[in-house]
């Protein structure tokens, strides 16, 4: 079922769906809830909750160009720049560290809602697998076409981390529990690609806020990220195919 059918699912029809998945994959609990976005499936199975995310064709990435950043947000990266140097031109950075805009198609599976220690590894001996770079970005927004995936803007305080509460602290369209802490950014199946954060270098280096924040965007990809940072660093998200 693709994300705008299962958007649009009466409560009976996505409930009859769900039921089909948790006999597909042999989950004996699960559940449906609604979201403000739609439907949320839950499974709960080895131990773990996972949430079906629906596939389909998907717009993914950013546009820098096209980014146009609030007043607070242009203030605090040119303050950025000032301080530490960063390229004067703000499409310029986003380029750098954040995926293009391009169009996919993706199969639907399950995520698990929490993500794991990974240890440095790349699969799990219980069948499950590493989402793909795709995978874990269109997971994480959810269909949201905006910076982060609750929208362009962020919350005020000075960073993700210190912050009390917050959308990033909040369950997405898809009841996934994700990109909420810089300081763990996650494993894909691509190596070199880790999403999710940047191992708090703009929070524990005073970047400012703007670029404190920007780490938790779905479509965030600091290139060499992985190698500077040791394996206990990373988290791992498990996803179960549906095909």
Same mark, same amino acid.
């Given at each position: 079922?693709?994300?705008?059918?299962?958007?649009?699912?009466?409560?009976?029809?996505?409930?009859?769906? #769900?039921?089909?998945? #948790?006999?597909?994959?042999?989950?004996?609990?699960?559940?449906?809830?609604?979201?403000?976005?739609?439907?949320?499936? &839950?499974?709960?199975?080895?131990?773990?909750?996972?949430?079906?995310?629906?596939?389909?064709?998907? !717009? @993914?990435?950013?546009?820098?160009?096209?980014?146009?950043?609030?007043?607070?947000?242009?203030?605090?990266?040119?303050?950025?720049?000032? /301080?530490?140097?960063?390229?004067?031109?703000?499409?310029?950075?986003?380029?750098?560290?954040?995926?293009?805009?391009?169009?996919?198609?993706?199969?639907?599976?399950?995520?698990?809602? !929490?993500?794991? /220690?990974?240890?440095? /590894?790349?699969?799990?001996?219980?069948?499950?697998?590493?989402?793909?770079?795709?995978?874990?970005?269109?997971?994480? *927004? #959810? *269909? #949201?076409?905006?910076?982060?995936?609750?929208?362009? =803007?962020?919350?005020?305080?000075?960073?993700?981390?210190?912050?009390?509460? =917050?959308?990033? @602290?909040?369950?997405?369209?898809?009841?996934?529990?994700?990109?909420?802490?810089?300081?763990?950014?996650?494993?894909?199946?691509?190596? *070199?690609?880790?999403?999710?954060?940047?191992? =708090?270098?703009?929070?524990? *280096? =005073?970047?400012?806020?703007? &670029?404190?924040?920007?780490?938790?965007?779905?479509?965030?990809?600091?290139?060499? &990220?992985?190698?500077?940072?040791? /394996?206990?660093?990373?988290?791992?998200?498990?996803?179960?195919? &549906?095909?």
């Amino acid at each position: 079922m693709t994300l705008d059918r299962w958007r649009s699912a009466t409560d009976d029809r996505a409930r009859v769906h #769900a039921a089909a998945v #948790a006999a597909r994959v042999g989950a004996p609990q699960w559940t449906l809830e609604r979201s403000e976005a739609g439907p949320v499936a &839950l499974f709960r199975l080895g131990g773990r909750e996972f949430a079906l995310v629906p596939g389909g064709p998907a !717009e @993914l990435g950013v546009d820098p160009a096209a980014f146009r950043p609030t007043a607070e947000q242009a203030a605090s990266y040119a303050r950025s720049v000032e /301080e530490f140097g960063f390229p004067a031109d703000l499409a310029a950075h986003l380029a750098r560290v954040l995926a293009p805009r391009r169009s996919v198609l993706l199969p639907s599976f399950l995520m698990s809602v !929490e993500p794991a /220690e990974a240890d440095g /590894e790349r699969g799990w001996d219980d069948g499950v697998r590493l989402p793909t770079p795709d995978e874990w970005e269109y997971a994480c *927004g #959810a *269909g #949201a076409r905006t910076l982060f995936r609750w929208g362009d =803007g962020h919350p005020a305080t000075a960073d993700p981390f210190s912050a009390p509460d =917050g959308p990033h @602290l909040r369950a997405n369209a898809f009841g996934l529990r994700i990109a909420r802490d810089p300081y763990r950014p996650e494993l894909t199946s691509e190596p *070199g690609v880790v999403c999710g954060g940047d191992g =708090g270098e703009a929070t524990c *280096g =005073g970047y400012g806020s703007f &670029l404190a924040w920007l780490p938790l965007a779905p479509a965030f990809r600091d290139p060499g &990220l992985a190698e500077l940072l040791d /394996e206990e660093d990373f988290l791992g998200r498990a996803v179960i195919d &549906l095909r």
